[in-house]
């Protein structure tokens, strides 16, 4: 049978902020652009922050794109490579104008500027006061920008492929990539779309832990893709467990309701953020605040009948700010737990949330892979931005509102280095025959598998694995029997048979083939936290319980191909500015 | 718990028909999409949309028991039973509870949702006073579930004419903006006796929409816009 196909410039994998961003950017200067994406673009996960996005705008407190690159590097714990973090902070400020601009409706100051919150790690004058520097829309800034961005695309009269599941990259023999096969969910057709430029902006890959704040569609399917055409993951031991999750449940609670003046308190009503964080207390970084929950829970000072979880108080913040600044959380703790906050605290504990590792960037979003001979060089043709990729500006953990900036400020920059390389590469490149047998045998081989497992099953195993085996706290043998179980789980896959076989938008085929992406994913997750012998910003090994900077200042990368390990250091030397050197991180 | 839901492959299938599934294990606070993946996992043919399980996508708007709501919101324990599940009414069925929503999606695009303006722009902020940013709460959270446009007769009736409550509320949402400026072209885009004026007021819109907005004001509203720039 010949399968359907199209032909673009540029194909954006992903329409979450920073698929739409860079798209935007093509769309713009002509360039013909197709956006793929599994869901309609406004359903993409962006849709779900809450808090906002970091900007040095110095609107409510005194601030500078500086300071800003200090508490990034400080918050990624040094692993952060300090020229992308230079680039992304001095760009903060004009991305946000450019989207109040596009039409973000931001929240705004008797002054009418745009409001800024506090923030956790933000601090003035590189670690004294807290600082202000996140750009708000309520508390539904993904939302507001989501939206606007898709809205600038229409305009910009982007291609579409709503409902459509990218399924791997074409690449030749030469290592370029040549665009991408993907399959219309709604007619189960495959379609190749070619391209002379790809990205991949599929975001993170929360759903390998089984409780998380990630949507279900975040299953690490751009991830899995680089991973099948030979490009290692970076990283991947870093995972961001967001403090304060609904407990047992995992709907987000926003950063921003501590940033507002909420604060975390045990079950003896202590405010034990003070003994963990003298000067930051509740807004030190992400995971400072997750490991203190999780210790005063093992200590026996969790909440609750079954003393496992804290509470999130903010009723003394009255009922007017909660209304004003935090209605979405408010909803979301009224709908989930029937609690209302302006009452009652929020039952709270760490939840698997953000995925720092991903496809390995430079600052121009092209992908770039360790070079048998040298230093690394990049893929041609192939970019990525976003949760799925590692640039690496968060480094071992994340700052809170350093994402929504991420992916508008590298969805540019990919945009516009996509743009150069369509000028110097005119046509398109001949698709070899076997480029495209390769990708349609993935598909072909859920057709005839049998056996007695169930895909679903799996998915539940394989998450209540990570979650057990991979968690806040980690040690050797943990890990190395999550790395058996992963296997063992992934052998199993090969007898999970497809039930329903039909075309028209058959779910449980889109399923089958995320799970098969979130078992490459995971197994990439606990390998790299099994090689990783210290304690770094979100990845904590007790038996390693310290930082150490002489083995292991550096990146890692995890292969496919016989699971390998390889190391790359980190990029220390900032663009313009003097380096901040390794420093142990108070806060 | 019983559940009566509409089955229909338009690959497969000439008539849709109702299957009825019981679900055992109930657990306190679970919302329908829980009990939906819960159906799906022993049924993997089961069709329906979920993506972020908080009301924030838009995926799952669906009708549920006669009316319409987003199936991740919507608690089990404030159901009659069987639960009767049909897909969004008026809109062609692609597969069980999952709509061609094309249709939906082009009133949308017809209303040029996207922040207008005409002067050169400043190198920071367009400054906007809090009141004036106030006016955009309940316009801009839309998360284009489609839950209110087909629950209204005058959508079912006119589809390619009358644009619906989701679109017109995003018209008003830049209407309504301070810094739009493109009032004028976006009110003349609105004349004839179809686009806006099909609304007869009947409010179905307001009543399911899941996050509580009033598309219903936001047309009037409009109307008032129009017969002002008349005069
Ligand atoms: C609840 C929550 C709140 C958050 N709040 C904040 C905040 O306040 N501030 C902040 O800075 N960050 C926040 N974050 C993090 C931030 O929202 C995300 O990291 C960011 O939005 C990711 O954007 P993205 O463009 O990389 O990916 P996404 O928005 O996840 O988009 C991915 C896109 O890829 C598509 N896709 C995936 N796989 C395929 C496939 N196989 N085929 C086709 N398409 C595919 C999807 O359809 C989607 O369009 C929050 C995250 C969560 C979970
Ligand atoms: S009020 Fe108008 S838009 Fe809303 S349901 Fe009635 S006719 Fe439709
Ligand atoms: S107005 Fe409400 S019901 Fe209508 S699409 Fe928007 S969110 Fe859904
Ligand atoms: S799954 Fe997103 S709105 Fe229900």
Known sequence: MNTARRRFDALVIGAGGGGLRAAQQLAQAEAEVAVVSKVFPTRSHTVAAQGGMNAALGNVLPDNWHWHMYDTVKGSDYLGDQDAIEYMCRAAARLVIELEHAGVPFSRLDSGKIYQRAFGGQSQDFGGAQAARTCPAADRTGHA?????????????????????????LTDDDGYVLGALVMDIATGEPVVIEAKTTLIATGGVGQIFRTNTNAMINTGDGMAMALRAGIPLQDMEFVQFHPTGIAGKG????????GEGGYLVNKDGERFMERYAPNAKDLASRDVVSRAIAVEVREGRGCGPAGNHMLLKV????????????PGIRDIALTFMHVDPIETPIPVYPTAHYTMGGIPTNRYGQVVTPARTGPEEPVPGLYAVGECACVSVHGANRLGGNSLLDIVVFGRAAGNHMIDFLKDHRYHRPMPQEALERAQQRLASWENRSGDESVAALRLELTTVMEQNCGVFRTEEVLQEGVDKVMAIEERLLHAPLRDRSRVFNTARAEALEVENLVDVALATVCSALARRESRGAHSRVDYPKRDDVEWLKHSLYSKQGRRMDFKPVRMKPMTVDPFPPKERVY | MRFSIYRYNSETDREPRMQDYVLEEIEPGMMLLNALIKLKAEDETLTFRRSCQEGICGSDGMNINGRNGLACITPLKDLDEPVTLRPLPGLPVIRDLVVDLSQFYRQYRAVKPWLTVHDPEPEVEFLQSPAQRDRLDGLYECILCACCSTSCPSFWWNPDKFLGPAALLQSYRFLADSRDQATDERLADLEG????????????????CPKGLNPTQAIGRIKKLMVKRSV
């Open chain 1, 315 to 326: 009723d003394h913040l009255g009922a007017d700010v909660i209304k004003k600044r935090l």
């Open chain 1, 145 to 169: 920008i989501l939206h606007a961005l898709y809205q600038q695309n229409l305009r910009a009269k982007t291609h579409f492929f709503d409902e459509y599941f990218a399924l791997d990259l």
């Open chain 2, 193 to 208: 006796p179809y686009k806006l004026f099909r609304c007869h007021t009947i409010m179905n819109c307001v009543q399911v």
């Open chain 1, 251 to 258: 709907m987000l609670i926003s950063e921003a309701v501590r």
